[in-house]
């Protein structure tokens, strides 16, 4: 009886032990199920920042170059625009030099206004006169050329090239317009005019 009562008794420790092992297996299976499930969802949710942050970046650089492109077809429209106006600006002076009209120096000094300023420095008495006498002979044109848009005679323009040469103390070797030219440091020298 001892036997089968120790017998009885191993088959129930076994049971009640297999119960509580089981159980343990199951709480430690739904511990770990949970571990593996909060896993995935954070794994699930750091692809889908990593991919939202990859994408924003993509988007932001591509917005970035495209506001980058507009802005340099402003820029170049700008600097078109502003050629435009300084040549309609140029082109106005040499119609008004030509037409010895009196706002002729009023935009030749807008225009150039480090030529005015240093023949004002050799000379601060300078005249009118003889500012647009130079501001034509820095524009370049020919003795004949001022001649004829100040209604003189050649012989008066040269008469005056002599007096400007002596005042302003030009060597007789050095060119009269590249002198007056090279009062100044422009990157936008006028060319010769007909």
């Known amino acids: ?45 750091l692809v889908v920042a990593v991919s ?3 994408w ?7 917005m970035l170059g495209q506001k980058e492109e507009a ?3 402003t820029e170049s429209i700008n600097k078109e625009l502003t050629e435009q106006i300084g040549e309609n600006k140029f082109n106005n002076l040499i119609d008004l030099a030509k037409s010895n009209n009196p706002e002729f120096l ?8 480090q030529f005015i300023q240093s023949l004002k420095t050799l000379d601060p ?9 130079c ?10 050329n001022i001649a004829e848009y100040t209604f003189v005679t050649v012989r008066a323009v040269q008469v005056r090239k002599n007096r400007l040469r002596k005042k302003f103390e030009i060597p007789s070797d050095a060119d009269f317009n590249n002198w007056m030219r090279g009062l100044v440091d422009t990157s936008e020298q006028p060319q010769v005019l007909d």
């Open 125 to 133: 008495n300078i005249r009118t006169t003889e500012l647009e006498f």
């Open 56 to 62: 924003r970046s993509k988007y932001n650089r591509k």
């Open 71 to 73: 802005l340099q077809e």
């Open 1 to 45: 009886m001892n036997d089968s009562l120790e017998s009885e008794n191993k088959q129930v420790i076994d049971v009640v032990l297999n119960q509580v092992l089981n159980a343990k297996d199951k709480e430690s299976d739904i511990k770990v199920s949970k571990a593996v499930k909060i896993s995935i969802v954070a794994l699930v949710l």
């Open 135 to 144: 501001a034509m002979a820095f524009l370049n044109f020919s003795t004949k």
């Open 106 to 113: 009023t935009l030749f000094a807008e225009l150039y206004p």
């Open 52 to 54: 939202y942050f990859v």
